[in-house]
């Protein structure tokens, strides 16, 4: 959805290097939700987070992977020392509270060699 | 066990035929969604539901609550209808959203 972006789109990583997918929610939006899909798989939540805040975390792998989303600033999803387990598509969605809809952003397929 | 199931699977379809997708979902929910998905692309959001019916264009969604179960139907299908459709749940307790695995649409011209 228009609004929502996210980036980089494709990112290539090799293994053990480290991998920082951005998303900048819609302008008004201060939730956001980060899933993953992995190949041949449905979407997995992972994390939501409000500013300077995360509210559920329990979709999150417990190394490697955290996630933040500051005051200013896009929302950020950090792997570190990525294995091609991690290989998959990382969609971010904007979270309109009142109303309980979710804008997804395009989404940035990540790939480790 | 999923806690969204969608069915069928795969469906192919030709041209102009109507067309069901279904949901069951086996957690108590606040609103109930139907994504569409296009093959490399994002995720736009159909439909929102926490009752009844809506209709947006050759697009319709039901949903029965005390069934656990959503339909989305598809009237006078088109190929550019081909994409992976997603049935998605947000819990009414906690902050997680369950995704069902989705269905994939081919309509044939």
């Known amino acids: 959805n228009a609004g929502v972006m996210q980036n980089p789109r494709h990112l290539v990583r090799r293994r053990g290097q480290e991998a920082r997918l951005r998303c900048s929610p819609m302008?008004?939006?201060?939730?956001v939700y980060w899933y993953r899909q992995l190949p041949e798989e449905g979407l997995k939540f992972m994390v939501y987070?409000?500013?300077?805040?995360?509210?559920?975390e329990s979709g999150m792998p417990k190394e490697r992977f955290s996630a933040e989303f500051p005051k200013e600033g896009p929302s950020i999803l950090r792997i570190q020392q990525v294995v091609r387990g991690d290989s998959a598509a990382y969609f971010c969605a904007s979270y309109e509270t009142l109303i309980g809809t979710q804008y997804f952003g395009p989404g940035t397929r990540l790939l480790v060699l | 066990k999923n806690e969204v199931e969608q069915s069928p699977q795969n469906l192919t379809a030709q041209e102009g035929e109507f067309i069901t997708i279904n949901c069951s979902y086996s957690v108590g929910i606040s609103a109930l969604h139907w994504l569409q998905q296009h093959p490399g692309g994002g995720i736009v959001s159909l439909f929102m539901?926490?009752?009844g019916k809506k209709k947006h264009g050759r697009l319709i969604a039901t949903i029965n609550i005390q069934e656990k179960h959503s339909s989305l139907h598809i009237t006078a299908s088109h190929p550019r209808d081909s994409a992976v459709y997603i049935c998605a749940v947000g819990a009414n307790t906690g902050n997680q959203f369950y995704f069902g695995t989705g269905t994939s649409l081919t309509v044939i011209p």
């Open positions: 302008k008004g939006h201060s939730h």
């Open positions: 987070l409000q500013k300077e805040n995360i509210i559920d």
């Open positions: 539901l926490s009752s």
